[in-house]
């Protein structure tokens, strides 16, 4: 008897062994998208990562690549343990492996809306108004994993103009600038003629709208939107996801969704610098609000 019990206990502390490195981590990973400069999207995210420290008791770091693809490579490789992707990012992290990641949260505008624009612009003093004005000149895209910068406008700029995105088809040149704020640095100064980057199409014009790349870019001295218009609008897209690693501890997926899902109340201004300006909220969100953009990935790369 005495046998079994100790051979019990023995399976009993492995099993509670095993458990308990189940739940374990070292450390947490949050990756930032490209599209502005490394230094403040760090500095914007800092306060974020200072909360997540705080609220799973390990280290925490935040990682910055160059481009989108650092990012979401991070995450099939488990190298990335959280991000805020873009919609056609998060299609292409689930094409490349549906068990990697899962949408938890995403970001909510100050009109109960997720969704978000493609902006196409120009500089006020190149005469550009329309895409017909871009015809024979240059235009550019930030990142081909982008689903403003990139994947929305390939789509709905062809069906307009009834021609490809290849340079010399319908504009002189395409150009890829590397990111929302490349795009937006170049047209103001006149590198490129035209382009597009985000926005939520909320609030001033002035003001870069409520929030996306041209309020960082605004907030940050880069542009002033009176030197600049509006040419072309794409569709409603939707918000991108918070994306957590399916692989992470339940209990820590549970408290960075809840963290985030509740930053705006508490800290507003650190919402601000994770949210990309004004909005309400991040909210839950399932994969299923992305399957439209997962079949226009699926069309892009056949």
Same mark, same amino acid.
């Given at each position: 008897?005495? !046998?079994?019990? *100790? $051979?019990? &206990?023995?399976?009993?502390?492995?099993?509670?062994?095993? %458990?308990? @490195?189940?739940? /374990?981590?070292?450390?947490?990973?949050?990756?930032?998208?490209?599209?502005?400069?490394?230094?403040?999207?760090?500095?914007?995210?800092?306060?974020?990562?200072?909360?997540?420290?705080?609220?799973?008791?390990?280290?925490?770091?935040?990682?910055?690549?160059?481009?989108?693809?650092?990012?979401?490579?991070?995450?099939?490789?488990? !190298?990335?343990? *959280? $991000?805020? &992707?873009?919609?056609?990012?998060?299609?292409?992290?689930? %094409?490349? @492996?549906?068990? /990697?990641?899962?949408?938890?949260?995403?970001?909510?505008?100050?009109?109960?809306?997720?969704?978000?624009?493609?902006?196409?612009?120009?500089?006020?003093?190149?005469?550009?108004?329309?895409?017909?004005?871009?015809?024979?000149?240059?235009?550019?895209?930030?990142?081909?994993?982008?689903?403003?910068?990139?994947?929305?406008?390939?789509?709905?700029?062809?069906?307009?103009?009834?021609?490809?995105?290849?340079?010399?088809?319908?504009?002189?040149?395409?150009?890829?600038?590397?990111?929302?704020?490349?795009?937006?640095?170049?047209?103001?100064?006149?590198?490129?003629?035209?382009?597009?980057?985000?926005?939520?199409?909320?609030?001033?014009?002035?003001?870069?709208?409520?929030?996306?790349?041209?309020?960082?870019?605004?907030?940050?001295?880069?542009?002033?939107?009176?030197?600049?218009?509006?040419?072309?609008?794409?569709?409603?897209?939707?918000?991108?996801?918070?994306?957590?690693?399916?692989?992470?501890?339940?209990?820590?997926?549970?408290?960075?969704?809840?963290?985030?899902?509740?930053?705006?109340?508490?800290?507003?201004?650190?919402?601000?610098?994770?949210?990309?300006?004004?909005?309400?909220?991040?909210?839950?969100?399932?994969?299923?609000?992305?399957?439209?953009?997962?079949?226009?990935?699926?069309?892009?790369?056949?």
């Amino acid at each position: 008897m005495k !046998t079994l019990i *100790m $051979a019990a &206990l023995a399976t009993t502390a492995l099993s509670t062994a095993v %458990l308990a @490195d189940d739940m /374990a981590i070292t450390e947490f990973r949050i990756g930032l998208l490209g599209g502005e400069n490394a230094q403040d999207r760090l500095n914007n995210n800092e306060c974020l990562r200072e909360y997540a420290e705080e609220t799973l008791g390990v280290e925490t770091k935040l990682f910055a690549p160059a481009d989108y693809n650092g990012v979401i490579q991070g995450l099939l490789g488990g !190298t990335i343990d *959280m $991000a805020w &992707l873009g919609a056609s990012g998060y299609a292409k992290t689930f %094409l490349s @492996d549906p068990e /990697a990641v899962e949408p938890v949260l995403v970001k909510v505008n100050v009109d109960g809306g997720f969704g978000y624009y493609s902006i196409g612009i120009a500089h006020k003093d190149s005469a550009i108004a329309s895409l017909e004005d871009v015809k024979g000149k240059t235009f550019g895209f930030g990142d081909p994993n982008s689903t403003s910068g990139y994947l929305i406008p390939s789509i709905e700029i062809p069906e307009a103009t009834g021609a490809s995105m290849e340079s010399g088809d319908y504009f002189g040149e395409v150009k890829f600038t590397g990111g929302h704020e490349q795009t937006i640095v170049a047209v103001a100064n006149g590198d490129i003629d035209a382009g597009v980057t985000w926005a939520d199409g909320l609030g001033n014009w002035e003001d870069g709208y409520n929030s996306g790349a041209l309020r960082r870019a605004v907030d940050a001295g880069l542009v002033d939107m009176n030197d600049m218009v509006q040419i072309w609008q794409s569709k409603t897209i939707p918000e991108g996801p918070v994306v957590l690693r399916k692989s992470l501890p339940a209990e820590v997926k549970a408290k960075m969704t809840a963290l985030v899902d509740t930053l705006d109340e508490k800290d507003a201004d650190c919402f601000y610098g994770v949210a990309s300006g004004e909005a309400r909220s991040f909210d839950p969100i399932t994969h299923d609000a992305y399957e439209v953009i997962i079949e226009a990935r699926k069309l892009k790369s056949n």
